[in-house]
């Protein structure tokens, strides 16, 4: 059985439970084959006691290790420095999980595979783990962190010499395998393993019953995600002026909140729409069986999980043509592409979906051809080749 080492700042813990929760998802798929067991290095930012960090200061009340579906996750703290953190980020992080590690050998751990995502900083900070601990690593790209964190010049090196020493490369889209090759790094070397949808999760329920539940009467679309700017609720809102028989619900928290609800009422829309906060995979389950549509308007998206959450419900998309998005709007029964990235695309995709409205059911049979098995499948493939490379060398 492969003894894996699965390290990110993007996992759920006790005060954040929906943050990176893909990444919980395909580690917790992996170890329901019964071929692997995994312990989780999850670290968190350390926040000091008389600093305000506004929403951020809650994550001082996560656990330094907690259990979550039978698996392990340990939470040391790394240093965050605000504006020089992006370069000095990887070294602090880098030192607060050296130091658990350590520690964990102390207590008779032993790893075959150091199982790191999102590039950077996590995976320039577990490259230098893996190298000092004499383990391979494989690196997850999930998105920004190669969409636009190579934009700038120290982090793109780091994020090339962890590529050049990691063991194997993973991608959840082929946009992303291309933006690794464009930074140098061979393409035979890196494996596209997209992330699934939950089909039993994620389920068609009656639409009528989801509908009455939220109270809702006429047309309605749904956007999912963090309130931030690159999410784009804010192209939503606006496109609800030329769409009156339409109305909107938010699922979602974040620091924009207050800026949004704003612009819902200066666009004369705040009627129309609905802020429903943080919600979990079950409630949104039914919030995708109540909408019409939902909308993705992001300006930047790896694998968008929201996509094919709401396909496997049998509600279709309309969103945003960035990176891997084309990957996952690939069918009429899916749903359209904007034609551009601003209120009036939303409007002109919206218009376009609702021109030739796909039958739910047919939708659901898109979303199936997406589960977890040939993820899972791929990733006990890569693991195995790369140690039985390393046991021949």
Known sequence: MLSILTVSTLYPN???????????????????????????????????????????????????????????IEHPRYLVVPKVGMNLTPHTLYRAMRRRYRTLVGQGHSFDLIDAHYFYPDGVAAAW????????????????????????????RMIVEAARHAGGLITVCRALKDSLVELGIPAEGVTVLRNGVDLALFRPLDRQVARAALGLTRRTLVSVGLLIGRKGHHHIIRALKDMPDTDLLIAGSGPDRAALEGLAAGEGVSGRVRFLGSVDQARLCEIYNAADALVLASSREGWANVLLEAMACGTPVVASAVWGTPEVVAAPEAGVLMPSLDAEGVVQGVRELFKNYPDHQATRRYAEDFGWDPTTSGQLTLFRNILERRAQR
């Open 129 to 156: 783990l893996a190298r000092e601990a004499g383990l391979p690593v494989v690196i997850t790209a999930r998105g920004t962190d190669l969409s636009l964190i190579p934009k700038f010049p120290a982090p793109r």
């Open 14 to 72: 006790a005060v954040q439970r929906a943050h990176g929760i893909f990444v919980e998802t395909r580690l917790r798929k992996l170890v329901e084959t019964g071929q692997a067991r995994a312990h989780v290095l999850a670290p968190v930012p350390w926040m000091p006691p008389l600093v305000r960090y506004g929403t951020n200061g809650a994550l001082r009340d996560v656990p330094a290790r907690e259990e979550r579906h039978g698996l392990i």
